[in-house]
């Protein structure tokens, strides 16, 4: 069974950045593309960014040109880094595949002060 594991959460102020990870328990990012997801309260998770296993990167618009997907294989390690940071982008952060989903991890918390 694999597991994810989401990582690097935390308060930023507006403007500023994070840089989320995951990481999962089996060599699943050499054969799958992947995804970052988010779910702010009350709302439903939504995909934000995704990466196939040959790189080609697709962003939703609220966050194109603000955040960056990546991954390292070798390391069964996918990044989201998060530049320039808003309000609207507090939400519990996860990662999964795009299709057949694996059980969800517990997610990051990133909350942006105004």
């Known amino acids: 069974q694999v597991q994810l594991v989401e990582s690097g959460g935390g308060l930023v102020q507006a403007g500023g950045s994070l840089r989320l990870s995951c990481a999962a328990s089996?060599?699943?990012?050499?054969?799958?593309?992947m995804g970052w997801y988010r779910q702010a309260p009350g709302k439903q998770r939504e995909l934000v960014a995704s990466i196939t296993i040959d790189g080609n990167t697709v962003y939703a618009d609220s966050v194109k040109g603000r955040f960056a997907i990546s991954r390292d294989n070798a390391k069964n390690t996918m990044y989201l880094q998060m530049n320039s940071l808003k309000p609207e982008d507090t939400a519990v952060y996860y990662c999964?595949?795009?299709?057949?989903?694996?059980?969800w991890g517990q997610g990051t918390q990133v909350t942006v002060s105004s």
């Open positions: 089996g060599s699943i990012f050499s054969i799958k593309s």
């Open positions: 999964n595949v795009l299709r057949y989903f694996f059980p």
